[in-house]
C-alpha cells in the first residue's frame, strides 16, 4: 500500500505520484501538494496560520471563536454620558 502524505503548507492529502517534495540542508523534508503552497511558505515566507485558506487557519479560527463563547459578557459601565451642570449666574 502507498503512504499517503500530507501537504506540510496548507494540510490536504497528496496523492501518489503528484506534488513536490522540499528537503532543507539540516535535512527536514516538506511535502507540498501544489506549486501555490510550495511558493507560499518557501519563497514568500508565509506561516499557515495566517493564511486564510489553510486547514491551520481554520483550526486556529474555530478554537477562539469557542474561546470567545466561554468568555463573560461584559457588563455595560454604570458611568453615564457626561455630567451636565447648570452654570450659576451671578
Request: charged residues 35%; proline residues 3%.
Amino acid at each position: 500500500m502507498v503512504d499517503q502524505k500530507v501537504c506540510s503548507f496548507c494540510g490536504e492529502s497528496i496523492e501518489p505520484g503528484t506534488g513536490k517534495m522540499y528537503v532543507k540542508k539540516d535535512g527536514t523534508v516538506y511535502n507540498y501538494c501544489t506549486m501555490k503552497c510550495y511558493k507560499n511558505m518557501v519563497v514568500l515566507g508565509r506561516v499557515p496560520r495566517t493564511t486564510t485558506w489553510t486547514k491551520a487557519y481554520a483550526k486556529e479560527k474555530d478554537a477562539r471563536l469557542r474561546s470567545e463563547e466561554h468568555k463573560k459578557p461584559r457588563k455595560a459601565s454604570r458611568r453615564g454620558g457626561r455630567i451636565r451642570r447648570r452654570i450659576e449666574q451671578e
